[in-house]
Every structure is written in C-alpha cells, then in structure tokens.
C-alpha cells in the first residue's frame, strides 16, 4: 500500500531523514517510535506529498506520485500541530475539510455525522472549538482528517497532550478503523501506545531506522534477557552451599548472589523460578522484569525514550 525506498531530506546542515526505506501493507496498523526530533514528522510530510524528497521514492497504491489530486484523495492526515479553526464550530470545522475534499449534498452529511459520531462529539457539534479541552480538539483533528472516506491514515503524535478519558477513546478509534480495514501510519514517542496499537512498529533515530518488526520481534532480537531478582529464605546456608544449590536448581551458575539476594538474567524466568521451588530453595520476595521496547530502544539507541 505504502512504499518508501530510501528517502533523504535535509533542511540545511539538519539530516531529517536520512536513507529510509519501508514499506507499509494495506490494513496494517504501522508504528513509527522514535523520540521528538527523530524524523517521524518530517517521514509522514515526505510519504503524504507534503514535502518533497531530496532523494528516494515514494510509492502510495501504486502512484509514484503523492501529490496527485486522486493520490490526495485517499490519504487523511491528523498532524501533531492541530489543523483546526478555533472559531469555527466542530461541525463547521469536519463540514469544510469535507468540501475542500469535494463532497457535497447528502453524502457530506453522512460523513460529517460519521466523522463527529466517532470522534464523541455530537453533543457539542455546535460549539466553537475555541472552547474545546486538548483531547477534543486531537478527537476533532481525528474526525476531519476522516471526513472523506480515505483509505490511508497518517497519525502524527495524536495522544500529545491528551487527558486518559480522550486518549482511551482514540485508542478505541484507532482500533475501530483498523478493523475496518483501513491502513494506518501512528508516529509516537510513547512506549505502550506502539505496544498497544501497532501490528509492526519502526525504531527511528537521528532520521534513520534502527529496527523494524513485530513487538515480540523486536523484543525477541533486541530485547536481551529477563531479569530475575528474589531474596532467598535459606539464610542458614553458606555463601558456597546457596551458590551450589542455585547452580544446579536452573543448570547454570551465572548469576549474581550477594547477602541472600538474586539476580539472574534468564530466557526462561518462570521455569527458572519453578525451578527453584522444585529444588525447594524458598524466596522471600521475587521481582521479575521481562524486556519490552523501552528495553529494546535503550540496546539500540543506548538511551531510554521516556528519559527524552
């Protein structure tokens, strides 16, 4: 559906992107995470047209050519900067956007209604947007970037500044276009909305991408090992006798012991730690912790996202 093959785009001495390739298959929800000033903004102005390549090509159901009028047609755009008029109404705001998109008369309508349905926001159709929290306006963004029926969707950091109530119901719509079909690019710099939403999610940084497959893929390949961490009960043994009877309970001795306490990297945690109860090796805590993207960003990128 969505083909970029190595995209180049430089603003003076800044490398936004810098050689991206990938391609996004129709009905796919694709996520790319990456931290602010990664090149996310900068990659979805490149693949909807709205920025021109300084090298590379872009490919949208196999048009080489996104800033055709037809191409346009199909695509909706919900960017981070919000693309609304404050003194408009939401209705007036979703009715515009739908006319600049040539729809009219009873079929306008419709959408209109569709678009402000999915966006809860009937109830305050009438009201200038002026008046609307930050999580109506990004539902609103939402509702006129699909007023036209589009069958691709570029989200660009739709959650910032979002209170929980509005960020669950986009988290629903999202859901809900996805099931229907429609093909999606989610940039993000939030770990668990990738997790949560993403068929396949892209590692970008510095304008280039690091990695790019399903969450567990990554996780697998990127995510490096559990980590086991438990106090031990049998305080009566030795140093060496809890090293001995811990070595042969998971079949290996590298793991670190210290005044009672655990620390094992593992494949397998819960076995291990069944294993140990097998062996009759008592804990009197366990805390475990599996890798996840925040994982994989920190091997990849050798800092983490949150701290960004």
Not at 2 to 26: C, D, M, N, P, W
Not at 38 to 52: D, E, R
Not at 198 to 216: F, N
Not at 267 to 272: G, N, Q, W
């Amino acid at each position: 559906m969505i083909q970029a093959t190595e995209l180049h785009k430089s603003f003076g001495q800044l490398h936004a992107v810098q050689g991206l390739s990938l391609e996004i298959r129709r009905g796919e929800t694709f996520g790319l995470l990456g931290a602010n000033g990664a090149g996310k903004s900068t990659t979805i102005n490149l693949l909807a047209g709205l920025l021109q390549p300084d090298s590379g090509q872009v490919v949208i159901d196999g048009s080489t050519d996104p800033t055709r009028r037809e191409v346009r047609r199909q695509i909706g755009i919900a960017p981070q900067s919000l693309a609304l008029y404050e003194e408009l109404s939401a209705e007036e705001n979703v009715r515009f956007l739908g006319k600049l998109y040539g729809l009219s008369g009873s079929k306008l309508k419709e959408r209109v209604e569709y678009a402000l349905t999915l966006a809860g926001l009937v109830d305050r159709r009438k009201d200038p947007v002026a008046q609307f929290s930050g999580g109506m306006k990004r539902r609103l963004n939402l509702a006129a970037a699909l007023v036209h029926e589009p069958k691709v969707l570029f989200l660009d950091e739709p959650t910032v500044g979002v209170d929980p109530q509005s960020r669950n119901r986009l988290f629903d719509n999202i859901r809900e276009l996805a099931s229907q079909g429609m093909t999606i690019l989610y940039t993000t710099h939030y770990m668990e909305e990738a997790e949560r939403l993403c068929d396949r999610v892209a590692i970008m940084e510095q304008g280039k991408i690091l990695a790019l497959d399903r969450v567990d893929g990554l996780i697998d390949q990127y995510g490096g090992l559990a980590v086991v961490e438990a106090e031990l009960k049998n305080g009566h043994l030795d140093a060496a006798q809890q090293r001995s009877s811990l070595a042969a309970a998971v079949g290996k001795d590298d793991f670190l012991l210290e005044a009672n306490k655990l620390r094992l990297e593992s494949k397998e945690p819960l076995e291990d730690v069944a294993r140990l109860a097998q062996a009759g090796i008592g804990l009197k805590t366990l805390r475990l912790e599996r890798p996840d993207l925040e994982t994989v960003f920190l091997n990849l990128t050798g800092r983490r996202l949150r701290d960004e």
